[in-house]
């Protein structure tokens, strides 16, 4: 399986990104996708998730009513769309995908077996 992210770059605070993430190597609609960052010094850390079928999203409580992560399947594409950026959402964004097949959105980095080089995303106030 290959993850490719791409769409980072710097924005100034309250503008927008989208990031994409391309999949290739298995069928792509049947795994559940996440996105996670990592900012300088801090632990990785949860963002948003997709369930294989697309109906349910999660979100980290720090990106709830500003990120809207989604999936096209014919493309095996995952997309995060970010609004209202802030200088503390600066971090290098990487997409996932889980291990298993058929499961619900997984929050933890663990149950992920598949991870993209991860996207820079950097926020100036």
């Known amino acids: 399986v290959q993850l490719q992210a791409s769409g980072g770059g710097l924005v100034q605070a309250g503008g927008s990104l989208i990031l994409s993430c391309a999949a290739s190597g298995r069928t792509f609609s049947d795994f559940a996708m996440g996105w996670f960052r990592q900012a300088p010094g801090k632990e990785r850390e949860f963002v948003a998730g997709?369930?294989?079928?697309?109906?349910?999203?999660d979100y980290a409580d720090s990106v709830k009513g500003r990120f809207t992560m989604s999936r096209t399947n014919d493309r095996n594409t995952v997309y995060l769309r970010m609004n209202s950026l802030k200088p503390e959402d600066t971090a290098v964004y990487y997409c996932?995908?889980?291990?298993?097949?058929?499961?619900?959105?997984?929050?933890?980095?663990?149950?992920?077996?598949?991870w993209g080089q991860g996207t820079l995303v950097t926020v100036s106030s």
């Open positions: 997709i369930n294989w079928s697309a109906d349910r999203t």
């Open positions: 996932a995908q889980v291990g298993t097949l058929h499961t619900n959105i997984k929050r933890t980095a663990r149950s992920y077996g598949y």
